[in-house]
């Protein structure tokens, strides 16, 4: 599966995974179906919409 990452949060900032979270929530009530992964190698998470998700993702 491919996926589009829209932005990166650093795994070591103080409130954790919280931006990103707070983040695709947001993107998801525009319509959006964001997701939270980690990305160990960079640690950092990542706000990903799998690749064929609608236009409006690959905008933001």
């Known amino acids: ?21 707070e983040f695709a ?10 997701e939270v992964v980690m990305d160990l190698d960079a640690d950092a998470f990542l706000v990903v919409v799998a690749q064929g998700a609608p236009a409006e993702a690959a905008a933001l």
């Open 25 to 34: 929530h947001a993107r998801r009530a525009e319509g959006c179906p964001a």
């Open 1 to 21: 599966m491919h996926r589009t990452v829209l932005r990166r949060f650093p795994a070591g900032g103080p409130r954790g995974s919280w931006p990103a979270e």
